[in-house]
């Protein structure tokens, strides 16, 4: 079936650095979302994105992070400067629409270690 | 505050038994509850979901049961498989908005065979 796909799948930086997590979306899917999941702990919503722009954030899309998809290539999330609570497990999801057609599908995540 | 509760944290069930797993909800305006399965190192997959004008929807041994004047639901597993061990997280949203999930903390399911 269809697959978000995820790269790199673990990224290990220094506390300051930048960091860019890529997610490639399923092709005719028009939303998409990243999360952040701590341990395997419960899933925290970051941001959502449609048609170019952010749609929704949560407070824990600081003001570091960044979401884009330029020209309809991967869908990035950036962090500049990185910290130590940055460390996660991120998940990348999308969806065909409004969540009367499908519920999002996710990829297998990126480990982010951050030193 | 969390809106979406799922209870018991972790259940250990014998192969061939049936899984109760049970989530409940605060604000009663989610109308669409999709149930994720995740296997460590993995993400989350979808696995089934009810929307709030049904009470129960059944897809193979996986059922949701849906009460919603309780605000609560349920998520059986009959006949359990070594295979389903994972954890499980029920979510709750708005069916007609692209906007987020809102997520339980999960439920470790483990099956003994």
């Known amino acids: 079936g269809p697959k978000v796909l995820q790269i790199p799948s673990h990224q290990i930086i220094d506390m300051g650095q930048m960091v860019t997590l890529n997610c490639d979306p399923v092709?005719?899917?028009?939303?998409f979302y990243w999360y952040k999941q701590i341990l395997g702990q419960q899933m925290e919503f970051l941001v959502n994105f449609y048609n170019g722009k952010v749609m929704e954030k949560s407070k824990l899309f600081k003001d570091q992070f960044s979401v884009e998809r330029p020209d309809g290539s991967y869908f990035t999330l950036k962090i500049q400067p990185t910290a130590l609570e940055d460390s996660a497990v991120y998940f990348c999801?999308?969806?065909?629409?409004?969540?009367?057609?499908?519920?999002?599908?996710f990829g297998e995540g990126t480990r982010l270690s951050v030193l | 505050q969390q809106q979406v509760r799922q209870s018991p944290q972790s259940l250990t069930v014998w192969e061939g038994e049936t899984a109760i797993l049970n989530c409940s909800y605060e604000?009663?305006?989610?109308?669409?509850f999709p149930w994720y399965q995740q296997f460590p190192g993995e993400g989350p997959a979808l696995l089934i979901s009810i929307r709030s004008v049904s009470d129960k929807k059944e897809d193979g041994r996986f059922t949701i049961f849906f009460n919603k004047r309780e605000k609560k639901l349920s998520l059986h597993i009959t006949d359990s498989q070594p295979g389903d061990s994972a954890t499980y997280f029920c979510?709750?949203?708005?069916?007609?908005?692209?906007?987020?999930?809102?997520w339980g903390s999960g439920t470790k399911l483990i099956i003994k065979p």
């Open positions: 604000d009663s305006t989610f109308n669409y």
């Open positions: 092709s005719n899917h028009l939303y």
């Open positions: 979510a709750a949203s708005f069916m007609d908005s692209n906007y987020q999930l809102i």
């Open positions: 999801a999308s969806s065909p629409g409004t969540f009367n057609n499908q519920a999002p599908l």
